[in-house]
C-alpha cells in the first residue's frame, strides 16, 4: 500500500483547490475522481464563462442550518483572494450583473490554471478512479481503489453533491459522511426550476420561451431578477433563486412590473387614449408577447375607455400579485446545486474537519452550506478548499 499525506476525493473546485494548498505547503498529495476530466462542473458553468465569484460575498447569501458557519472560511480566503489569482495566472475577467465575476474568454481557463497549479505544486491526478472502500485505521485512512490503494494521514471529502447526476453527481460522500458518524441535513435540489399542475401550465406555455424582469418571493425572501417561461413551469435566475427557498406546498407571489404602477399607468392611458387596447397599454411595461396573453387571461376585449377602475384594479393585480403554487422542481437532472448535506456541526469552521475524526474534512457542496445563484457556491468551494488545505 502506497504511503501519501493526504487524499482528495473529488476533483471539482473545492477538491483541487484543496490538493494544492496542501501540496504547497510540501504534503504528499493524490487527488482522485471516478470521472474522467477534471474540472467539469467549473468548464460548464456560467454558460461555458464561469461565473467564478462575486463581489458581494456575505454569510447571508448562504444558506445552512448554521447560516454562521462559512463565515471564517469566506473571510480568511475571499473573493479578492481569488481574483489575485486568475489576474496571476493572466484570465481576463467582468462584472455581468449583481456582482457576479466571469471570465472574458473560456471556463476552461480556471480549469487550466487551477491543474497547473496542481501539476506545479507536486500532486498527482488520479482520474477514472473508482474507489472500492474507505476505512480509519491506526495509521491513518486507507482507501482502495481500482488503480491502486493508498494510505494518508488526512482525508477530504470534495465529491460534491447530487446535482447535474449525467456528470456523475452522487451521494458517495454522504455515505462517507454517515460511514464515520456524521449527521446530515436533509439534501434537496437548488437553484432549480420549478414545474406547475396542468391548470397553472395552461396559463404559462403559451409563453414558453419569454423572458421578463420580476420580482418572486416565498416568505420572507424576493428576488428581483428574470424570470423565464418555459413548457415545464418557470426558471430564470429569480425563480432559481427562490427554489432554494421554497417548499413543497408554499405559494409564490410574482411582479411581472417589479417598482412599477402599473394601476396608475393604466388609469392614465385611459384618460389620455381611451381607444387603445389594454394589450398596447401594458406593453408598457411587459414583453407584447406576455402583455397580448394577460390581456387574454384577463377576458378584456374592450378598449381602456370602456374598462372600469375595477376592470382595471383586477388586471393591476394580475400583473403584479400573481400568486401560485409550485407542484415541485425540475429535481436534481437540472439543479445546479445540492441543499443540505454533511451537518456543519460536526466540522470545525476554521479547518472544514470533522470534530470527533481527526484528520477527516469536508469541502465545498458536499456541505450544508449553499450559496445564492451568482459566484457564491464557486467562493464556497474556494474558500472552504482554501480552509483544509492550510491543516490537512
Known sequence: MKQIDVIVIGAGAAGLFAAIEAARRGRRVVVMDHAKAAGEKIRISGGGRCNFTNLGIAPDRFLS????????????????DFIARIEAAGIAWHEKTLG??????????????????????????????????VAKTAHGFD?????????????IVASGGKSIP???????????????????????PGLV??????QELDWMVPLAGVATQARVSCGKAGFDEAVLFTHRGLSGPAVLQISNYWREGDALQI?????QGVLAGLLQAKQTSGKTALRTALARFLPEKLARHLETVA??????????????????QLVQ????????????????????????????????????VPGLFFVGEVVDVTGWLGGYNFQWAWSSGWAAGQVA
Open 193 to 198: 426550476p420549478l414545474t406547475f399542475s396542468a
Open 100 to 133: 457576479q465575476l466571469f471570465c472574458d474568454g473560456s471556463a476552461r481557463q480556471i480549469v487550466e490554471m487551477l491543474l497547473n497549479d496542481l501539476q506545479s505544486a507536486g500532486a498527482e491526478l488520479w482520474l477514472g478512479c473508482e474507489i472500492t472502500s
Open 299 to 316: 377576458g378584456v376585449t374592450h378598449p381602456l375607455a370602456e374598462l372600469s377602475r375595477a376592470d382595471l384594479e383586477r388586471v393591476a
Open 143 to 155: 482507501v482502495t481503489t481500482a488503480r491502486g490503494d493508498l494510505r494518508a494521514a488526512s482525508l
Open 65 to 80: 442550518k448554521n447560516p454562521r458557519f462559512a463565515l471564517s472560511a469566506l473571510k480568511r480566503f475571499t473573493q479578492w
Open 321 to 356: 400579485g400573481w400568486q401560485l403554487t409550485p407542484v415541485g422542481s425540475e429535481g436534481y437532472r437540472t439543479a445546479e446545486v445540492t441543499l443540505g448535506g454533511v451537518d456543519t456541526d460536526g466540522l470545525d469552521g476554521r479547518t472544514m474537519m470533522a470534530k470527533a
Open 166 to 188: 449525467k456528470m456523475g453527481a452522487s451521494s458517495f460522500g454522504y455515505r462517507i459522511a454517515e460511514q464515520f458518524g456524521l449527521e446530515l441535513v436533509e439534501t434537496r
Open 255 to 259: 411582479d411581472l412590473a417589479p417598482q
